[in-house]
């Protein structure tokens, strides 16, 4: 080309202009034909198509895979494996194919057998939902050899049932799939214009919290989680994996947390068959409540999933929630019920119409009449006139094409027509027709039937698979393993786990938070590391528990400006990583002179030594922390002497200023807390313990810790334990199907075991149960069917005595028991009369502050109570 006709910049615009149409082109085509399935019958292409292919060659018989994989070929122009993969996905599913052979499992992540191993066919479902020739929009293939459907005439939401996935260019969906009833059931709610709300289930089961599934909109998330049980103190087991794993990434993921030292166990043991067992053994002396956490933390026993609900809608991409897609669907199959009625009536007039018109021409001799006529149009002519009689009595106009249908009628059937069996046919015919009209007139009723009747026939082992729990967070510093230790070189200021020749300060894990005081007043908490500097002369350093409100250190300190050393309680439950903070009052040359770490908020009392040369009467003297009030953490603190100290020394060790812990119980998680959140089971002393009794009619006790795990479906009541209280219950002796009542003393202190309190037949089942003090129940029972049922109010207290656990108590004396309803105890009663009577007393005199509350302290800092007992803590003198 010649410089006088090339022209760069107008080659580079038409080069731009070519890259965006073909672009645009090719993102258009991924989105609509390749990766977003259609709303109208929520399949992609790949999958519309083998669907056809099937219905094509369906005889009822099996067919080979790769049979049908060739057959969908003459639709599909992008090759075997695009086909073989969607055809193994839609099979694995059950819904609408029937499979056999080897088609993998989506559980342990098994491939399928070569297609020519493995068979399919359309599932009755399918057949009814799916295909319907006189009411499905055909376009010609791409090769314009055959004829394919633009989307298939669904009549179920089946993109929500069975979930879909695909990324395009700038575009990605993620529909969650969902249960078969209760999309059957929402689209009934939907159809009487009733609220529903749609959730996802999967084949694997497993655990899902929907709390932010967002309808599946984006935006949306769900945590799934592993069943996880336990088997015994040494043993966990995995019945169940969360969607989008499977058991080999599991384990794999196990055994990376365990070589990572996030978690303990000693092995790992696969025994999937038919369904799935994972056994995890755990290492000496593990917990194996906070082994499951550490579980749901650190490995693929929880994942979260964002879903992203996108489908093709006139040509082009929605993003919808799954409860929009669900009425759309729905709207969608009374539409098509309705074309079926309106085609079907279509038909049946038409078949009485002409069973009317045959009945006339045998019945009346028209056929007679023609054998005189000497051309075909006189025949014509001749029916004519001998059915204009007639003419009026039918819906339409009588047309030369069904006078040529009685022409074609031969001798033989007209000499055996019999009118009786004509008339029976037409009765029926109208019959049909009288129903197909009142569905048409209620078709909502129409609509709601076909969906109850797809519960009935298809409905069955479709149940609920993955169950919908709350869960509540786990803090994976809490739970990890300690796989780490902390040195400290004091003098030079490093912290961190590579410091191997320095002092041991403690074990911890690689994801610790460390907190680090130092002689000058200033603390910091850093991210543990190999190694890490964090200034020098550090006086103290340990992991940090965030929000930990009983870990209280005790502090005085020289403040450079004045000279005066001043004393202080305060928590650190939350500050900011790598920031400075100063717990003196940040004057040059200020300096802690005592400090001490107490883990349970101890207070301890240490002697203070003046300096010779001050003019103070008293320079030895003992300093009591318990007299100090629990302050914010940049509180000045109270004066401890104005005069110079020498040296600073611990005397004796204090008890907790904080008393015992308040617990609280989340029923919806199974979890204890002290944030208020739930039912309050009391304060906790050191030697406390929790009962909990459960539905299986067994107790245990244990610990408070806030790692343990209780079972929300299983636990019937949770409480304090106190070994003087009884506990109430009544249970249906399974031998002798009779109602017994008891009352017994927990006689039992091995922790973390069950004891059976009720008889040990399997079909013993516990109906009430209750730590109340003064227990009430409500039993509704009668002579017999035919008499009246009563309604009695009874105190259990006063029904039997305490007797020992493993007693079968007293069988209740009514003939037949209706039901049992548990009532707020007289204690409880007696308690909110209290309530209301302190409400009306005079409010108390707000307590007066300490003198020697120096001014400058925080106002607002929270105030503990320092009255009560507890364990001793750490000190570290200075001075």
């Known amino acids: 080309m010649s410089d006088e006709t090339y022209d760069p910049t107008h080659q580079k615009e038409i080069l731009d202009d070519m890259f965006e149409k073909y672009f645009l082109e090719y993102a258009s085509y991924v989105i609509l034909e390749r990766a977003v399935p259609a709303m109208e019958d929520g399949l992609k292409p790949v999958q519309r198509r083998l669907l056809h292919a099937l219905k094509e060659m369906d005889d009822g018989r099996f067919n080979k895979v790769a049979n049908v994989i060739g057959s969908t070929m003459q639709f599909h122009p992008h090759g075997d494996a695009s086909i073989g993969d969607a055809i193994v996905n839609i099979g694995q599913k059950e819904l609408l194919l029937d499979i056999q052979g080897n088609w993998g499992d989506i559980r342990t992540g098994d491939s399928a057998a070569a297609p020519r191993y493995i068979e399919v066919r359309l599932s009755k479902f399918g057949q009814e939902v799916l295909f319907n020739e006189d009411t499905t929009e055909w376009q010609m293939s791409y090769d314009g050899r055959k004829r394919e459907p633009v989307t298939l005439p669904a009549k179920f939401p089946l993109v929500l049932e069975m979930g879909a996935e695909g990324i395009a260019v700038g575009l990605s969906t993620k529909i969650l799939p969902h249960n078969f009833i209760e999309l059957c059931e929402a689209s009934i709610k939907h159809l009487k214009k009733q609220p529903f709300v749609l959730y996802p289930d999967f084949l694997t089961g497993g655990l899902i919290d929907v709390a932010h599934y967002n309808d599946g909109a984006r935006g949306g998330k769900v945590k799934m989680r592993a069943k996880i049980s336990e088997v015994d103190k040494k043993t966990l087991k995995i019945s169940e994996i969360p969607f989008s794993t499977t058991t080999g990434s599991l384990i794999e993921s196990i055994i990376k947390a365990n070589d990572s030292g996030k978690i303990k166990i000693k092995k790992v043991e696969d025994n999937t068959a038919k369904d799935v067992e994972i056994l995890i053994h755990l290492a000496p002396n593990t917990s194996t409540d906070i082994t499951i956490d550490a579980l749901y933390a650190f490995t693929n026993c929880e994942v979260s999933v964002s879903p992203n609900a996108v489908v093709i809608a006139d040509q082009k991409p929605r993003f919808l929630g799954v409860s929009d897609i669900l009425r759309n669907s729905t709207d969608q199959t009374m539409y098509l019920l309705k074309r079926e009625l309106e085609i079907r009536r279509a038909e049946l007039m038409e078949k ?26 006189a025949v014509i ?88 729990l709350q869960f509540g967070e786990v803090q994976a510093a809490i739970v990890a393993a300690n796989n780490q230790k902390l040195y400290v070189d004091r003098e030079n200021g490093f912290i961190g786990y590579g410091l191997k020749k320095d002092e041991f300060v403690m074990d911890c894990s690689d994801i610790d938070d460390i907190i680090v005081f130092r002689a000058d007043g200033k603390f910091s908490v850093v991210k543990i590391q190999d190694k890490v500097f964090v200034g020098k002369n550090i006086i103290y350093c340990a992991v940090f528990r965030k929000n930990d409100e009983r870990k209280i250190y005790n502090v005085m300190y020289l403040d450079g400006k004045s000279g005066r050393t001043f004393a202080k309680r305060f928590a650190v439950t939350g500050v900011t990583r790598d920031k400075e903070y100063d717990v003196t009052k940040g004057s040059p040359r200020s300096k802690v002179t005592y400090f001490s770490a107490n883990e349970n908020g101890e207070a ?25 009030l629990i302050k914010n953490r940049s509180a000045m603190g109270n004066l401890v002497s104005k005069y110079a100290v020498r040296k600073i020394a611990f005397k004796t060790a204090g008890k907790s200023t904080l008393g015992g812990v308040d617990i609280w119980y989340t029923p919806t998680l199974g979890r204890l807390n002290k944030d208020g959140h739930g039912n309050f089971l009391g304060n906790f002393g050191p030697s406390d313990k929790i009962l909990v009794l459960y539905n299986t009619g067994e107790y ?45 003393l927990i006689e039992t202190s091995t922790m973390d075991k069950k004891f059976t309190f009720i008889s040990e037949h399997p079909k013993s089942e516990l109906v009430f149960a209750t730590c109340d003090k003064k227990p009430r129940v409500e039993i509704r029972h009668r002579k017999d069917r035919k008499t009246e049922v009563t309604t009695d109010l ?86």
Request: one cysteine or more.
């Open 352 to 377: 009485l119409l002409y069973s009317s018109l045959e009945k006339i021409f045998i019945e009346n001799r028209i056929y007679r009449d023609i054998e005189e006529c000497e051309t075909f149009e």
């Open 381 to 468: 002519e001749t029916i004519d006139r001998g059915l204009e009689p007639y003419k009026k009595d039918f819906y339409r106009e009588i047309v030369r094409e069904d006078i040529l249908r009685l022409t074609e009628i031969r001798i033989k059937r007209i000499s055996k027509y019999d009118g009786f069996k004509a008339d029976e046919l037409m009765k029926k015919l109208q019959e049909e027709l009288l129903e197909v009209n009142d569905n048409l007139e209620n078709l909502v009723r129409y609509t709601i039937n076909f969906f109850q009747e797809l519960i009935r026939k298809y409905g069955k082992g479709r149940e609920r698979r993955t169950e919908i």
């Open 604 to 628: 301890e009392v240490v002697t203070v030594n003046l300096t010779a040369s001050s003019n103070a009467k008293k320079k030895v003297f003992d300093f009591n922390f318990a007299d100090l």
């Open 700 to 744: 245990e006790l244990t610990n408070f810790e806030l790692t343990n795990h209780y079972d929300p479906r299983q636990v019937v009541t949770i409480c304090k334990y106190q070994e003087k209280r009884p506990v109430s219950c009544i249970y249906l002796d399974g031998e002798h199907r009779h109602y017994h009542i008891k009352r017994f």
């Open 794 to 879: 009874y105190k259990v207290d006063e029904m039997i005595d305490v007797k020992g656990w493993k007693a079968l108590g007293n069988k209740l004396p009514f003939d037949k028991i209706v039901s049992f309803k548990a009532l707020a105890s007289e204690e409880e009663e007696e308690i909110e009369e209290d309530i209301l009577e302190e409400e009306t007393n005079d409010e108390q005199p707000e307590n007066e502050p300490e003198e020697n509350d120096t001014e400058g302290n925080d106002p607002e800092a929270p105030d503990f109570d320092h009255t009560k007992p507890g364990s001793e803590g750490e000190q570290l003198g200075l001075f």
